[in-house]
């Protein structure tokens, strides 16, 4: 026998999430209307971020460009070989982000200069103040509009606190019920009863009982108000929610964490049949991306990436972790050497750098949970580890490149 992965009431209260939001069509063509640059720009203005915005539009300018690499190093292709995009976590806000340009373009007359990284990931908890007050788009605008980054990954954490009458308005729209606790000022949050320690939960990583719909709330509010596009995901049933939620939204998706990492072929194929359940009429998945397991081998990914070849499904990206911080996993992790293996085997990959390799002041999980006003009063160590993780991809890449590999960075670095 086998099970359908919702049920009806399920899918109905899905479905009714959706409506509340406008339904499929009006939430796709509102993403595209706050992705668009001068719509952006105006709204940030008002908002309090014009002059930031400005200042990131003169500093793109300055960034090195990989055409002066390659003509210096006489760099060509080799067909036969993958495709690397380099991919950098971390990106904590607007001013975290602005302090990384400016240390980007100041590389340009250095001897180290640094690409930016073709996807950022951010690991910033989808507060309202976030959200809302111009912060989540400022950085949107400077990653996507300005870098020209391809993507850009928020987090969305369940358990993070919201208006009680937000609650109270799922729970007549949808008919499920969320158990909560009042933290006052009229904001309450879910009761995240694993959570241990913070790191036993992640913050929010747990998704019992209908707390997905709360997920997929988040991400469509989020959507909506910014033009986010990408988020990460906590648990396995929001990755089967988000593939029946987004089936007629194209331009919404999610990337699989490495919390929740393929580190075996059995649960990659989980994974598969999950978004064959359902894929939308152009065979693309919700689920653009998927982060192979720290534990993996180059085989185990080079499998992989035959089998979702195999599977017909278009549009997935795989990525490993080159770099971890050691709060991850294993102190001293490099899986370089297993890139090569990968790219030259002709498979593309997704490089991902969570750390540069080093023990650097605030290169740790820890500061990625920081407070607003924490986070903002150290935004300028937060962006020079940003600089640094996106210099050791810039290292790395080259290397890839002078090995005939094409890599794949920020548009603003061509």
């Not at 976030?130 to 996507?144: Q, R």
């Amino acid at each position: 026998m086998q099970y359908n992965l919702l049920s009806e009431n399920e899918m109905k209260a899905i479905d009714a999430l959706k409506e509340y939001h406008g339904g499929a069509r009006e939430i796709v063509e509102t993403i595209k209307e706050m992705r668009n640059f001068e719509t952006r720009k105006r709204i940030l203005a008002e908002k309090g971020f014009g002059a930031m915005i400005e200042d990131a539009e003169m500093l793109v300018k300055k960034f090195p460009k990989i055409e002066d690499f390659e003509v210096e190093n006489d760099i060509s292709y080799n067909d036969n070989y993958g495709i690397a995009t380099a991919q950098v976590s971390g990106w904590q806000g607007a001013k975290v982000t602005h302090h990384a340009m400016k240390r980007i373009a100041e590389s340009a007359s250095s001897d180290e200069p640094c690409f930016v990284p073709s996807e950022f990931i951010s690991v910033v908890a989808l507060t309202d103040n976030y959200v809302y007050n111009g912060d989540l788009m400022a950085t949107l605008m400077m990653s996507e509009n300005i870098m020209k980054a391809s993507k850009f990954c928020s987090t969305n954490l369940i358990g993070i606190p919201q208006p009680e009458s937000r609650f109270l308005e799922l729970e007549k729209v949808t008919g499920a019920t969320f158990e909560r606790a009042d933290v006052g000022n009229g904001m309450s949050a879910l009761t995240l009863k694993n959570q241990g320690t913070f790191f036993g939960n992640f913050g929010g990583i747990e998704v019992a009982n209908n707390n997905h719909l709360v997920y997929l709330d988040g991400i469509t509010r989020t959507a909506l108000a910014t033009g986010a596009d990408f988020f990460l995901n906590p648990s396995w049933s929001t990755i089967i929610a988000i593939c029946y939620y987004g089936r007629d939204i194209p331009n919404l998706h999610i990337k699989i964490s490495m919390l929740l990492s393929t580190q075996n072929t059995m649960q990659f194929r989980m994974l598969l049949n999950i978004m064959k359940e359902y894929l939308r009429e152009d065979g693309t998945s919700p689920l653009y991306e998927i982060n192979i397991g720290n534990g993996a081998t180059a085989e185990t990914f080079i499998q992989c990436a035959k089998e979702l070849k195999e599977s017909g499904i278009k549009g997935v990206s795989l990525a490993a972790h080159i770099y971890i911080n050691p709060d991850l996993g294993m102190a001293g992790f490099n899986w370089t050497d297993n890139a090569f293996k990968v790219l030259e085997s002709g498979t593309n990959m997704t490089f991902k750098y969570e750390s540069d390799g080093t023990a650097r002041e605030l290169d740790t999980m820890e500061a990625y949970f920081l407070p607003e006003d924490e986070r903002d009063a150290v935004a300028d160590k937060i962006g020079d580890v940003i600089f640094y993780k996106a210099l050791r991809a810039t290292k790395d890449g080259k290397a890839f490149m002078k090995k005939g590999i094409k890599v794949i960075f920020g548009g603003a670095s061509y």
